[in-house]
């Protein structure tokens, strides 16, 4: 079993629509999470970072951790045809060395259409 | 601001062949890593260095070597290439290597895509 889960899609929505993507993982261990956002050719960069369980809000993106059912999500407000890229999320212990024990899903290609 | 620098950006490499993939970065960041990124995959760590002189396995070591002789620079050496490490690599360099802020992250380069045939 991968240590997380994430459905690779493509998703393709209109510009405006609400975007939901999601993550599962299966270490119970995990308490960081994060979404990293890679445009076509060019390296990750974090777009969202949530400690343990709870909401994050930064503008249009909301970033939600439900440890219960050890489900990760990410909504996208108002969708941007600039929001088009690949989203992968990330999973680690709070132990040591974290980022060396990072584990990140396939991602999941978005393209946002005008 | 540079960040962080890979060369080259594309490669074909034989089977058997070597070479070497180059990372450097100008952030003065200790901690430095490779990943591989496979098609619909996530990425993978290969390596990474907690400073020069030190190094340490990651995920996916194998058919790959590491060395950090200066702060700045960080190779990564595919001796006897193969198929399977056909890939797009990526560097990556950060501050530290806990998470406690969202400012501790890792800041990636554009990456290098290999293909081995």
């Known amino acids: 079993q991968k240590e997380v889960e994430q459905d690779p899609g493509p998703l393709s929505v209109p510009e405006g629509a609400i975007v939901s993507l999601n993550c599962t993982y299966s270490n119970s261990a995990f308490q960081y999470f994060m979404w990293y956002r890679q445009y076509s050719r060019k390296g990750p960069e974090l777009l969202m970072y949530?400690?343990?369980?709870g909401n994050k809000e930064d503008g249009r993106f909301t970033a939600q951790v439900d440890k219960s059912s050890k489900y990760i999500s990410l909504f996208i407000r108002d969708s941007q045809p600039s929001d088009s890229a690949t989203y992968l999320c990330?999973?680690?212990?709070?132990?040591?060395?974290?980022?060396?024990?990072?584990?990140f899903g396939r991602g999941t290609q978005l393209t946002v259409w005008p | 601001n540079a960040g962080v620098t890979q060369t080259p950006k594309f490669r074909i490499l034989k089977i058997g062949q070597s070479m070497t993939l180059q990372c450097t970065q100008d952030?003065?960041?200790?901690?430095m890593y490779w990943y591989r990124q496979d098609p619909g995959m996530g990425l993978k760590l290969i390596y990474y260095s907690v400073g020069a002189g030190i190094t340490d396995k990651g995920e996916v070591p194998n058919g790959y070597n590491v060395s950090r002789s200066t702060t700045e620079d960080f190779p990564l050496r595919l001796e006897l290439a193969a198929p399977s490490q056909t890939s797009v690599y990526f560097c990556?360099?950060?501050?530290?290597?806990?998470?406690?802020?969202?400012?501790?992250?890792?800041?990636f380069g554009s990456g290098t895509q290999l293909s081995v045939l």
């Open positions: 990556a360099s950060s501050y530290s290597m806990t998470l406690k802020s969202a400012n501790e992250k890792l800041f």
């Open positions: 949530t400690y343990s369980s």
């Open positions: 952030m003065n960041h200790n901690y």
């Open positions: 990330a999973s680690a212990a709070n132990r040591g060395s974290t980022l060396g024990r990072l584990y």
